[in-house]
């Protein structure tokens, strides 16, 4: 065969010309060097890093292996995010003192003996990766003992090295410190987020796990203050108010079906919703995955039943027979594939939909108020709608007003001089005009209020401290820019105070947000400001933080308002230099012409 080149086992480098270079060392300028076997060392902390990011996939892998050990209890603590220390005690089985070395043998598992155990995964460990990847970028201690034994055993390794095996006196079950992660491997230990990012990472990972078993007791604590606890045995709810607060738990539905395939939760109210989807959480054989197909069932069962850009809580655990879903098709396990994904998009969506029962068909009832006249301007108008604005003066007589005079350009009337006629589906206000009838969005109406009330000044706005401060957790990811920009926040009328990890406590406002979602504005105006990194860009993030704030603190579609309330923010409307549209551009009131009523009813023109 002419023009072949033969490769040689014995790693001689084929002739190719005397100024031959390979085409891609040529093109990329980097030097080709002869095939070889990687170092053991180097070759353990590559596969590694396959396994063990960051903190929180040690103390994942370690809590994964201590439930399939048969652990009632576990408790973990955490020094600097565990990046400086971390220790996970757990009261399982244990092993015996010629287990415990083999242990740290890549490879080396009591969970699955042949091949075909590959294809029915029961334990939520199967490689034998977790103790030898831990191991190899750390300072490794175990301790352990089983029931079977009298005593038990201490070992020591650094960087993949075994130091010291020893007799130990301990407890029965397993206790494993690992300390200085990556401490050999620098380039990735530099990757780390700062403490109270990983710390939240670790929070998260504990909370999934803890959820997909609330049979066992779980602590998750720094040397200062407990994290996570969770006691047990709990019922599923229980262990979502645990984990998640009291509040949350309070507005989900439960679900269930059974079957070779099963699915049982909680999904939260329609009338309940978040500004983001951190608090979905999906389990498939109590193991904590991300799979699209279960994110777009639960998308199709609240469609049109939630406001744009709001998410719905979800805490889904699933049971699929260990041959029909593969859980090795991920390093590190948080992924799986379905034999028959179609068979669980219908499991799931018939589940969910029976949670939401009634509510999952219910129309919606609308009603419409009338008032022959307009009401009677009380002195305390604007109380809940505008605490930082003294009550508007009682409407005078509708003078004669011409748009010259008046910044009503557009339109030849007050909103105050208008007879209102009441509100219809509680997102309108219904009035009367000479022209005819005006209708305004009250939501619409009063954003522009509030966002020209913040004006450009955005470092004078007045706070009001809150006298219960509200507890927010934002994503682990914008955390940082969180602590990063708490004094741009307050200047915005927002103040936050730093409370481990993720968690910050919001301690004032505006005094018109008092009555907001104040967890669903924090999240929403990190997430739209976080990407903004440059402090050049304060004008752009002052602007942002007015519209989110004017958003979140107006009133809303679907809320009732009293005469004395809608009086109030029409005469507010007045006042506003651009009364047309709100700060998003959507119209703020259209007027239908009394001609244009006539027309409809094909009554004669007057």
């Known amino acids: 065969m002419t023009g072949g080149v033969g490769l040689r086992r014995t790693g001689a480098q084929p002739s190719l010309g005397k100024n031959h270079k390979p085409r891609s060392a040529a093109r990329q300028g980097v030097s080709v060097g002869r095939i070889q076997v990687l170092e053991p060392r180097i070759a353990s902390q590559i596969a590694a890093g396959e396994v063990i990011t960051r903190p929180a996939a040690v103390v994942k892998e370690l809590i994964e292996n201590a439930l399939d ?11 600097e995010g565990g990046r400086r220390r971390l220790r996970v005690v757990d009261d399982g089985c244990g092993m015996s003192a010629a287990e415990a070395p083999l242990s740290l043998e890549r490879h080396a598992t009591s969970k699955i003996r042949a091949e075909a155990d590959l ?8 490689r034998g990766e977790a103790l030898p990847s831990i191991a190899a970028v750390s300072r490794l201690e175990l301790i352990t003992r089983t029931g079977e034994e009298d005593g038990g055993c201490r070992l020591t390794v650094v960087g993949g090295d075994l130091q010291e095996l020893s007799p ?13 992660l990556f401490f050999n491997t620098p380039a990735r230990r530099k990757f780390l987020k ?5 710390q939240g990472y670790i929070v998260e990972a504990v909370r999934g796990l803890a959820l997909g078993h609330p049979e066992v007791q779980f602590h998750l604590g720094t040397p200062r203050r407990a994290l996570v606890t969770a006691p047990a045995p709990q019922t599923l709810l229980e262990r979502v108010a645990s984990l998640y607060g009291t509040e949350l738990a309070a507005r989900l539905l439960p679900f269930q079906e059974n079957g070779p395939l099963a699915a049982v939760g909680l999904i939260s109210d329609p009338e309940f919703s978040l500004a983001s989807s951190r608090f979905q959480i999906f389990l498939v054989n109590r193991r904590v995955v991300q799979d699209r197909i279960l994110g777009a069932v639960l998308k199709e069962v609240y469609q049109g039943r939630l406001p744009k850009g709001r998410h719905p809580a979800a805490f889904v655990s699933l049971s699929v027979p260990p041959d029909q879903v593969d859980v090795n098709v991920h390093p590190a396990k948080a992924e799986v594939r379905f034999a028959d994904p179609g ?13 939401l029962g009634p509510l999952a068909g219910a129309p919606q009832v609308y009603a419409v108020r009338w ?37 009503s350009a557009g339109r030849a009337f007050r909103f105050q001089d208008l007879a209102v006629i009441g509100q219809l589906h509680r997102t309108y206000i219904l009035a009367q005009s000479p022209e005819g009838l005006v209708i305004i969005d009250q939501h619409a109406a ?34 940082d820019w969180v602590r990063n920009n708490l004094e741009l926040l307050a200047r915005a009328g927002l103040v936050l105070e730093p409370f481990g990890g993720p968690s910050f406590l919001i301690t004032a406002t505006p005094a018109w947000l008092k009555d907001a979602d104040l967890e669903a504005m924090v999240l929403e105006m990190v997430e739209k400001l976080a990407p903004l990194k440059n402090s050049q860009e304060a004008p752009a993030v002052a602007e942002q933080a007015r519209l989110i704030m004017a958003c979140h603190g107006a009133i809303r579609a679907g809320q009732q308002l009293a005469p004395e309330e809608i009086r109030a923010l029409l005469a ?19 007027l239908i012409s009394a001609a244009e009523l006539n027309l409809s009813f094909r009554r004669p023109r007057g």
């Open 119 to 126: 294809l029915a995964i029961t334990t939520l460990g199967f």
């Open 69 to 79: 050990a048969g652990a009632r209890r576990i408790s973990v603590e955490i020094e």
């Open 446 to 479: 009063h954003e522009r209020v509030l966002y020209e009330a913040l004006g450009d000044k955005t470092a004078n706005v007045c706070r009001q401290p809150l006298l219960l401060r509200r507890l927010v957790e934002v994503p682990l990811q914008q955390a």
């Open 168 to 180: 130990w006196a301990a407890p029965v079950g397993t206790q494993v410190t690992v300390e200085d």
């Open 194 to 198: 700062s403490k109270d990012t990983e």
């Open 572 to 590: 507010r409307l007045d006042e506003v230099e651009i009364p047309s549209h709100c700060p998003h551009g959507r119209p703020v009131w259209r």
């Open 343 to 355: 068979r669980v998009y219908a499991l799931l969506l018939t589940a969910l939909r029976q949670g």
């Open 371 to 407: 008032q022959p006249e307009p009401p009677p301007a009380a002195q305390e108008t604007g109380a809940r709608l505008f605490p930082d604005a003294s009550p508007p003066p009682p409407p005078a007589a509708a003078p004669a007003v011409s748009q010259a005079a008046h910044p």
